[in-house]
């Protein structure tokens, strides 16, 4: 499988982010050196995804080190900084995970800080493949070695790890297997990270692909063009209940009336096992622009209201596994993790 696609990379003391906020017209990078051009990074999307975010989680506390250093930073403002870091977009556990794994480092200098950001990258890296393995070994053995129809929602690939991908990496394992027929690749409204991201990653594969509004996906599923659903997750609590970009909550129960597998697909690092369940994840409610805007066009009433949540929480009796990098977790036959 490619790994031709470097979303994030540490290079010459800065990270360098392949810009999401510009694709698929353009392959624009990013040169980030400070907290604020990281924040402002994963506010826009621009670096997006759980695996990605706990990566440039690590490597932002490295970059606040250096403006800290530059700067003459008190140790005070460099614990505001973090702080603003960490909470930067708040349901998503790897985010906050990455940042807290390389500050406890800080008192053993930044040289520890760095290796530990570059070894939380590496592990992202490695852990792509056995995912990748783990989920197709898994619908292979559930449906019989064919080639399928498989849906996915938003993006879970390169673009949002630092390596093959999540769900997308089990669909470019089957793939490589030959297992893969057409992926049905949901838009993701509003800021269409399915049509704009996962058809280009699909595209850049050699990938069969079809773009479908995320209002056909019940339809698709419930008439059998599909055979299974694979998507991602920013949160899974322990009893299997996952949090995942805003649609995936209905193509779950799409999924669980049609009879056919549904995969939550994630590094262990996703996991918080310090919730019991999904009922206290902190949704993120992102602007009203999102909804009343398409770039620059004004596609609402002046004045209109919106509910514009992030992510929706699966209930984890409509998730038939969670596949890791260490194994799956027989979520449909109560098994927690």
């Known amino acids: 499988m490619p790994f031709d696609i470097r979303a994030i990379e540490w290079v010459d003391n800065a990270v360098t982010l392949l810009d999401q906020s510009r694709l698929p017209l353009a392959e624009v990078n990013l040169r980030v050196t400070t907290v604020a051009q990281m924040i402002d990074a994963i506010n826009r999307l621009a670096v997006r995804g759980a695996p990605s975010l706990g990566v440039v989680g690590a490597y932002g506390v490295v970059i606040a080190l250096d403006e800290a250093a530059r700067e003459n930073w008190s140790p005070s403002r460099l614990n505001q900084e973090l702080d603003a870091l960490r909470d930067a977009r708040p349901t998503a556990v790897n985010l906050a995970w990455g940042v807290n794994q390389v500050r406890e480092l800080i008192p053993q200098g930044r040289e520890a800080a760095l290796a530990l950001a570059q070894k939380i990258a590496l592990e992202d890296f490695n852990s792509g493949a056995a995912m990748g393995n783990n989920g197709a070994d898994w619908l292979i053995a559930k449906l019989g070695d064919k080639k399928f129809n498989l849906l996915t929602h938003c993006n879970t690939g390169s673009l949002a790890t630092t390596g093959t991908g999540t769900a997308l990496g089990v669909i470019k394992e089957l793939h490589s297997r030959g297992n893969v027929n057409e992926v049905f690749v949901d838009e993701t409204r509003p800021l269409l990270q399915g049509s704009r991201l996962t058809a280009w990653e699909l595209g850049k594969c050699q990938i069969p692909y079809r773009i479908q509004p995320d209002g056909a996906a019940a339809m698709a599923i419930l008439g059998g063009k599909v055979d299974a659903a694979l998507i991602g997750a920013d949160r899974i609590a322990k009893n299997g209940d ?54 620059d066009l004004q596609v609402a009433p002046d004045g209109a209201r919106t509910f514009n949540p992030a992510f929706d929480v699966t209930p984890a009796k409509f998730v038939s596994v969670v596949v890791t990098e260490l194994q799956t977790y027989d979520i449909a036959g109560g098994k927690s993790l």
């Open 242 to 295: 996952s949090t995942n970009k805003i649609g995936s909550l209905g193509v779950a129960l799409a999924c669980h009336i049609a009879g056919i597998p549904f995969l939550v697909v994630a590094p262990e690092s996703t996991v918080d096992r310090s919730m019991a369940d999904g009922s206290g994840t902190h949704i993120e409610i992102r602007a009203d622009r999102e909804i009343t805007h398409i770039g």
